[in-house]
C-alpha cells in the first residue's frame, strides 16, 4: 500500500530556512498537502496541490514536489512555526498521512 | 465563515458504541465532503474514512472498516461517526473536516484538501 515517510523531528534557530521532506514511491505524481498542527489545536492546511497557500497563510511557507519527495519549506522562521507538520495526499481515493514531523525553533 | 463544531468528550466502556456529532454551517452542506481522522495521545494523524455529504457515498480505512459507519443529516448540515466495540486503543481526539471535492461517484479530487476543521471530541475508552 502507499505510504509517506516524514522525519519525526527538525530543527530550526529563529531566522533560518526548515526544510520538511515528505517521500512516497512516485509521490511526484500525486498533489500534496501540507497542515500545521500546533499544540492543543486543530490541524490547519498551509500548502495544498504542492506549491499553493490559503489565504491568511504567511509567504515564508512554500512546497515542492518531485519525483518521490515533497518539501514544506519554512524561511526566516519563527518561533510561533514551533508545531507538527503532517503531509498529505490521496491514493485511490483514500487519504494517506505521514506520520508528521515536529518543528522545534531553538 | 464555514464551521465545524463537534460534540463534547465522551468516557464509555471497551465493547460499547459510540456515536460523535459533527455540525457544520456557513456553506452549502452538500457541494463538500466530510472526512474524520483521529489522533491518539502523543501520536499522529490517522484517518478513519470520509463520506459524501451529496450522495452518502463512503470510503472507510482499512484498520476500521469493520467498526465504523459514516452518516449525515442534511436537514441539520450534520455529519456523524459511529464506531462499535470500542478497545481502549480507540481513545484519542476525533477530528471532522470538510473536503474541498464533493467526492461523488465515489472519487474525490486528487488535490483536494481538508479546509476547516472541528475542533475535535475527546473519546476516552476505560473499564
Known amino acids: 500500500s502507499f505510504e509517506l515517510t516524514q522525519p519525526p523531528s527538525v530543527s530550526v534557530s529563529p531566522g533560518q530556512t526548515a526544510n520538511i521532506p515528505c517521500s512516497g514511491d512516485q509521490l511526484g505524481n500525486k498533489y500534496v498537502s501540507w497542515y500545521q498542527q500546533r499544540p492543543g489545536q486543530s490541524p490547519v492546511v498551509v500548502i495544498y496541490e504542492d506549491t499553493k497557500r490559503p489565504s491568511g497563510i504567511p509567504d515564508r511557507f512554500s512546497g515542492s514536489n518531485s519525483e518521490n519527495t515533497a518539501t514544506l519549506t519554512i524561511s526566516g522562521t519563527q518561533a510561533l512555526d514551533e508545531a507538527d507538520y503532517y503531509c498529505q495526499a490521496w491514493d485511490s481515493n483514500n487519504v494517506v498521512l505521514g506520520g508528521g514531523t515536529k518543528v522545534t525553533v531553538l | 465563515q464555514v464551521q465545524l463544531v463537534q460534540s463534547g468528550a465522551e468516557v464509555t466502556k471497551p465493547g460499547a458504541s459510540v456515536k460523535l456529532s459533527c455540525k457544520t454551517s456557513g456553506y452549502t452542506f452538500t457541494y463538500y465532503a466530510i472526512t474524520w481522522l483521529r489522533q491518539a495521545p502523543g501520536q499522529g494523524l490517522e484517518w478513519l474514512g470520509w463520506i459524501s455529504a451529496d450522495k452518502g457515498n463512503t470510503r472507510y480505512a482499512q484498520k476500521v472498516q469493520d467498526r465504523v459507519i459514516l452518516t449525515t443529516d442534511a436537514s441539520t448540515t450534520t455529519a456523524f461517526l459511529e464506531l462499535r466495540s470500542l478497545r481502549s486503543d480507540d481513545t484519542a481526539r476525533y477530528f471532522c473536516?470538510?473536503?474541498?471535492?464533493?467526492?461523488?461517484?465515489?472519487?474525490?479530487?486528487?488535490?483536494?484538501?481538508?479546509?476547516?476543521w472541528g475542533q475535535g471530541t475527546l473519546l476516552t475508552v476505560s473499564s
Open positions: 473536516a470538510r473536503i474541498t471535492s464533493d467526492c461523488s461517484d465515489d472519487k474525490c479530487y486528487s488535490g483536494a484538501r481538508f479546509d476547516s
